[in-house]
């Protein structure tokens, strides 16, 4: 089908959504990574409309504030105190400096319309060259929602009537209005200046269009959606985790059928704007909130939750919890690990478990394997930081950086106290408090030297088990022939401690 874009979409938003029982305002509510009324405007940008104009009234501030920081180009208009949607588009319109053509209207609180739908109604209304198309749906129970009132034939839309202004028989119908429409401008303005508040709710009813245009010759049409669930609105909470449910059920579907493994759909959970790269394995229990990015042939989980996280090709992360990180290609993090703003690990580099990061940027090939806290920190290619090295980056009162260059050596158990260096090819032996750099090449060491107090076991604990082994291992070592027990790099631990 031919698609043109709509001169204006007016997106309503100004009622006040109390069965949500919620201090926030129900379009702020999020699913699936943005709010409510975040995927009702994304929706209606995906059509390309020369303006778009969202109504609010109902916690205007907030919602204003809302729309500043997440859709700054969008028109807002105010409703006033008349009620009912048809004043809200009538407000709406106020903002719409368009003369003629298509306007589409849709509700900030319906979160599962897509552009695609709202194109093909564009295109079935233009083609039709109705005056009014609404877009209906078929559902099982119909209670609440306005109902379509068709000519005998079933062709034409004759109006639309509430349920609470409905006869018995009228409440039979079971096509309802999903209060989604695309309407000739012209049409629409001059009927919005004629419906009143006279029904059931003392409202102005945007549906009392439909039979206005009707009335005056003009052709009104339905285009049915064989999916109900994506003209729902969210209403209270449980509709809210229902809708969040089935839109993570619908993009978990789209990533699928694009190429990415999905293991365990039922525990996966995946927000609206998450892009994975063709054969991307997401094993269960695996959470990509916001911006996250997982490149081709990346191995996510299980158990993982990134946030606005970056991960490259072929890279593997598991049982992490990442936010704002960038993890380089073919990298390797977890299980157990905690990345935080601002990490950037390169190609091919490690982050173990039990290791915590927090803006530190660290090179390709680099390490940290084990049990480590690294925070301002900037590691150089290649370089190993032993198991259990803290970088001590908060004096109690500022943080300060700690650069470690390429090709390093840090010993297990090592303080880095920032602000300091340690230069390219240089190395620390276990346990050293670094507080001065060390400059390219050199060991750093300062453990306190070793004493080893001979036979103390047997004198001070008499009696244990602890004697006993001792005593064994000291008469096998008495007997003649017997080999040493110490390993190969006693020697290098020797020249570290004992100084
Ligand atoms: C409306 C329709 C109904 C349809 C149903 C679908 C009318 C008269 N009725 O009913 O036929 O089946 O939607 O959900 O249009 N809003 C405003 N200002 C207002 C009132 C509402 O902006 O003064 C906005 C709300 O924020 C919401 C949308 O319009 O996004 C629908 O409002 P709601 O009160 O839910 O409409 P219903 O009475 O349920
Ligand atoms: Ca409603």
Redesign the pocket.
């Known amino acids: 089908m031919e698609t043109s874009a709509p001169a204006a979409v007016v997106v309503?938003?100004?009622?006040a959504?109390t069965r949500m029982k919620s201090r926030t305002p129900k379009?702020l509510h999020p699913i699936g990574g943005r709010s409510l009324l975040g995927h009702a405007i994304t929706a209606a940008e995906g059509t390309g409309p020369a303006e778009l104009v969202v109504?609010v009234?109902h916690e205007r501030e907030r919602l204003i504030q809302h729309l500043a920081d997440h859709a700054p180009e969008v028109t807002i208009a105010d409703?006033d105190e008349i009620?009912?949607?048809?004043?809200?588009v009538q407000c709406g319109l106020e903002k719409v400096s368009a003369s003629s053509g298509t306007v589409l209207v849709t509700?900030?609180?319906v979160p599962l319309l897509e552009a695609g739908t709202l194109r093909e109604l564009v295109a079935a209304h233009e083609q039709a060259g109705a005056a009014v198309t609404v877009l209906s749906a078929r559902v099982a129970d119909p209670t609440?929602?306005?109902r379509i009132l068709r000519s005998d034939d079933g062709t034409e839309v004759v109006g639309?009537v509430?349920h609470k202004d409905a006869t018995e028989s009228q409440r039979g119908i079971d096509e309802?209005?999903?209060?989604i429409y695309a309407f000739d401008l012209q049409v629409l303005r001059d009927a919005l200046g004629r419906i009143g508040t006279d029904n059931a709710q003392g409202?102005m009813?945007?549906?009392d269009v439909l039979g206005i245009a009707r009335s005056d010759g003009r052709t009104v049409r339905a285009m049915v959606t064989e999916d109900a669930m994506m003209v729902e609105?969210a209403?209270d909470r449980v509709q809210l985790a229902q809708l969040g449910a089935e839109m993570n059920r619908r993009i978990l579907e789209r990533h699928m059928r694009a190429g990415v493994t999905i293991v365990d759909p039922s525990t996966t959970w995946i927000d609206a704007d998450v892009s994975i790269g063709t054969d991307a394995v997401i094993l269960p229990g695996v959470q990509l909130h916001g911006a996250t990015d997982i490149g081709e042939d990346a191995v996510i989980g299980p158990d993982c939750t990134l946030r606005d996280t970056e991960v490259g090709a072929r890279a593997e992360v598991v049982r992490t919890h990442s936010v704002l990180a960038v993890i380089g290609p073919e990298a390797t993090v977890g299980p157990f690990t905690y990345l935080r703003p601002g990490t950037a690990l390169g190609a091919r580099g490690k982050i173990g478990g039990f290791v915590e990061t927090k803006n530190a940027q660290i090179g390709e090939d680099a390490k940290v394997p084990h049990l480590s806290y690294v925070g301002d920190a900037e590691i150089g290619e290649g370089t190993n930081i032993g198991a259990a090295t803290i970088f001590a980056n908060y004096d109690g009162q500022r943080k300060h950086r700690t650069t470690v260059g390429k090709h390093v050596r840090v010993g297990s158990d090592s303080v880095l106290v920032a602000p300091v260096a340690i230069g390219d090819g240089a190395a620390t032996g276990a346990g050293t408090v670094v507080r001065k750099d060390v400059p390219p090449g050199a060991l750093a060491v300062n453990a306190v030297a070793q004493r080893n107090v001979e036979g103390w076991t047997l004198r001070r604990r008499a009696g244990t088990a602890a004697e006993d082994a001792a005593r064994a291992a000291l008469d096998a070592q008495s007997e003649p022939g017997a080999e040493s027990t110490a390993g190969p790099d006693a020697d290098d631990n020797k020249e570290h401690l004992q100084r």
């Open positions: 309503l938003a100004a009622g959504g379009v109504v009234r409703q009620p009912g949607t048809g004043r809200a509700y900030g609180d609440g929602y306005g639309i509430e309802i209005n999903s209060g409202e009813y945007l549906t609105g209403n």
